[in-house]
T-cell receptor, first 115, second 113 residues
Framework: DSGVTQTPKHLITATGQRVTLRCSPR?????VYWYQQSLDQGLQFLIQ???????AKGNILERFSAQQFPDLHSELNLSSLELGDSALYFC??????????????FGPGTRLTVL | QQQVKQSPQSLIVQKGGISIINCAYE??????FPWYQQFPGKGPALLIA?????SEKKEGRFTISFNKSAKQFSLHIMDSQPGDSATYFC????????????FGAGTRLAVHP
């Protein structure tokens, strides 16, 4: 158990809908990362937050957005869903200070199925 | 320059054999190279990691070999066991605590008894 929690574990929805995925980082970790894993794309970095502020963006679609709240949990919002958005969505957390710990700990993921 | 190339895509090894997975990178600013192990339906879990100031790191049956001049690193799994059957991802990260991980495409390892 990495200490990172994600809910829900599974999500089935229809095209055009909007969903919210939730992540709670490990105790003490200030940085949250979101990754998308699909069969043909591997693990793709989406976005990173550090202590409530957006730090880096990857291959995140405009239909997707995220935020990190004062209690450090994060939510990934996916809207106008398409079939191709079906994937595993992972959250990871790290201490993310300027020097030192680089290890990212991954949660168990949310499997999104868009029908 | 941000890519990490991983090979092979899949690997079959007999129990007790050595599994070798290779990765190559271009960005010389990368300073942290972890390997993650992922079982079906689970999140990736950190297996072992190395920084470019050392050429080898060993933890139990798992060894990372690092060749800075060639910009390559590899994972060796000694005495491979059926329980090692999983997907392995190499990754690289830039300096500082804030950078994202760049993952290789993954290697699906099957260890046959």
């Amino acid at each position: 158990d990495s200490g990172v929690t994600q809910t829900p574990k599974h999500l089935i929805t229809a095209t055009g809908q909007r969903v919210t995925l939730r992540c709670s980082p490990r105790s003490g970790d200030l940085s949250v990362y979101w990754y998308q894993q699909s069969l043909d794309q591997g693990l793709q970095f989406l976005i990173q937050y550090y202590n409530g502020e957006e730090r880096a963006k990857g291959n995140i679609l405009e239909r997707f957005s995220a935020q990190q709240f004062p209690d450090l949990h994060s939510e990934l919002n996916l809207s106008s869903l398409e079939l191709g958005d079906s994937a595993l969505y992972f959250c990871a957390s790290s201490v993310a200070r300027d020097r030192g710990a680089d290890t990212q700990y991954f949660g168990p993921g949310t499997r999104l199925t868009v029908l | 320059q941000q890519q990490v190339k991983q090979s092979p895509q899949s690997l079959i090894v007999q129990k007790g054999g050595i599994s070798i997975i290779n990765c190559a990178y271009e960005n010389t600013a990368f300073d942290y190279f972890p390997w993650y192990q992922q079982f079906p339906g689970k999140g990736p879990a950190l297996l072992i990691a190395i920084r470019p100031d050392v050429s080898e790191k060993k933890e139990g049956r798992f060894t990372i070999s690092f060749n800075k001049s060639a910009k390559q690193f590899s994972l060796h799994i000694m005495d491979s066991q059926p329980g090692d059957s999983a997907t392995y991802f190499c990754a690289a990260k830039g300096p500082g605590g804030y950078n994202k991980l760049i993952f290789g495409a993954g290697t699906r390892l099957a260890v046959h008894p």
